[in-house]
């Protein structure tokens, strides 16, 4: 009878074991394949204007645009990403019917040279046409689409008019909500939620999110496990990807990833693998992440880039092929050219 039950619980071991490395299943290692990419950081010299650790770079064609919802008066800061030289500065703070009260996300859209703020204080998205705001700093927005205040999108990847690529945020009640992805029609306002909406084990899911159409993939990856999930743009699973410290617990005391891009045929995502919060000066901070993750399309980690300093926000410029990170010290705004590590 004994021999009966051990063979049974070998059975049922290597049943789970096969089930856990199925194809779509992969794990990853952060700490292995470590790359110092310190010296590898070029500084940016903006001091035209004053940003604050808030800002978030975004790129539209050939300009760096700099969206910062703690300056006084202007939130919009743009420059030539070539020369990094400032040129104008848009989008006023304000309750007006063509200001901005509580700015989000900026959406580009190449095609037509026009970036989209997500204005979540009047539920709405603004249009700034390039051309319009450069002959007109004080180009007044119009508003081109609403949103449900019970579901509404916070993070995009346009792609036209009637199609985007979008994390939802589904609100349950003040202070709590559900992210999910979907597409999304900016003109008609028609969501089209994926079949799939997170790992399964998860309570409280909290993600950032990445599409990329060319590749016909969007990834989500999780700020409190160390996990990426890669989908194609049908809402349909393709890798579910595991990192060492993973599991399902319910906590906030560790912080994993934190933002994500596609970087031409690779995911690179911002990972700190700590705790979140440490003392300095017996004052509770925050840590931010300082290595970046490289996965290849097939959810292969490739490599960990140790940048040694706390990363704020970044963006992908990809006809330089780097990307432009926004730092948490002395050295705000660097860039990190890909085509000498990758």
Not at 215 to 231: F, G, K, P, Q, S
Request: with cysteine; glycine share 4%.
């Amino acid at each position: 009878m004994k021999t009966i039950i051990s063979l049974s619980c070998i059975f049922l071991f290597l049943f789970s074991s096969c089930k856990q490395n199925t194809e779509n299943t992969k794990f990853y290692d952060s700490t292995k394949n470590i790359f110092q990419v310190e010296s590898y950081l070029h500084n940016l010299d903006i001091n035209e204007v004053d940003i604050s650790d808030f800002g978030k770079p975004f790129i539209l064609n050939q300009y760096l645009i700099i969206s910062d919802y703690k300056s006084l008066d202007k939130l919009i800061h743009i420059f030539d990403k070539k020369t990094f030289q400032y040129i104008t500065s848009t989008g006023v703070r304000g309750q007006g019917p063509n200001e901005i009260s509580n700015m989000g996300d900026i959406i580009p859209n190449n095609q037509e040279n026009t970036f989209y703020v997500i204005d979540h204080g009047k539920q709405g998205f603004l249009s700034f046409p390039m051309d319009s705001v450069l002959s007109n700093p004080n180009y007044n927005p119009q508003k081109i689409a609403t949103m449900n205040p019970n579901e509404f999108p916070f993070k995009m990847q346009y792609v036209s008019d009637t199609l985007s690529y979008a994390l939802f945020m589904k609100v349950l009640n003040p202070g709590d909500y559900i992210p999910a992805v979907a597409k999304w029609n900016m003109r008609t306002g028609a969501t089209e939620f994926m079949s799939y909406s997170g790992h399964s084990e998860i309570k409280g899911k909290r993600v950032s999110f990445a599409a990329s159409p060319k590749y016909n993939l969007y990834a989500e990856v999780y700020w409190y496990h160390d996990l990426m999930t890669i989908c194609s743009l049908d809402g349909d699973l393709k890798y579910c990807l595991y990192g060492k410290n993973w599991d399902n617990t319910k906590s906030k005391q560790k912080r994993f990833h934190e933002h994500i891009l596609f970087c031409k045929d690779k995911i690179v995502t911002t990972y700190l693998g700590d705790e979140r919060f440490y003392k300095q000066n017996n004052i509770e901070k925050i840590h931010k992440p300082d290595k970046l993750l490289i996965f290849n399309l097939q959810g292969d980690l490739i490599k960990t880039l140790k940048i040694n300093s706390p990363i704020i926000n970044i963006c992908y410029d990809e006809e330089y092929n780097r990307i432009i990170m926004n730092l948490d010290e002395e050295r705000q705004f660097v860039y990190l050219d890909l085509n000498n590590i990758l």
